[in-house]
Nanobody, 125 residues
Framework: QVQLKESGGGSVQAGGSLRLSCAAS????????MGWFRQAPGKEREFVGSISWSGVNKYYSDSVKGRFSFSRDNAKNMVYLQMNSLKPEDTAVYYC??????????????????WGQGTQVTVSS
């Protein structure tokens, strides 16, 4: 059974940092490109970014570029989202996604192979 489990969410003041983790199990992790998405209350899902199978290539949405960074550890089946200089508008549930065929996409109709259950990030002003 494939499982993606996010952790590391919480509450932080604006300007602070958080590091999210996504632990994958039940799949050959190195065969999956990974992505991060978020969804705020009353808003559509938003693409945060993606990281290639090897971790060499990384793509960020304009809204987080320069503040967020991704990494992955294929030996540990983990992907990470380091979030710095957090803003109240970063408040959302954050989800990781796994895709064997392509990098996770920003399009609204994108469907990965697997989703995590999400972790809440709340940034107060």
């Amino acid at each position: 059974q494939v499982q993606l489990k996010e952790s590391g969410g919480g509450s932080v003041q604006a300007g602070g940092s958080l590091r999210l983790s996504c632990a994958a199990s039940g799949l050959t992790f190195r065969s999956y490109a990974m992505g991060w998405f978020r969804q705020a209350p009353g808003k559509e899902r938003e693409f945060v970014g993606s990281i290639s199978w090897s971790g060499v290539n990384k793509y960020y949405s304009d809204s987080v570029k320069g503040r967020f960074s991704f990494s992955r550890d294929n030996a540990k089946n983990m992907v990470y989202l380091q979030m710095n200089s957090l803003k109240p508008e970063d408040t959302a549930v954050y989800y990781c996604a796994a895709d064997a065929k392509r990098l996770p996409q920003p399009s609204s109709d994108y469907v990965p192979d697997y989703w995590g259950q999400g972790t809440q990030v709340t940034v107060s002003s």
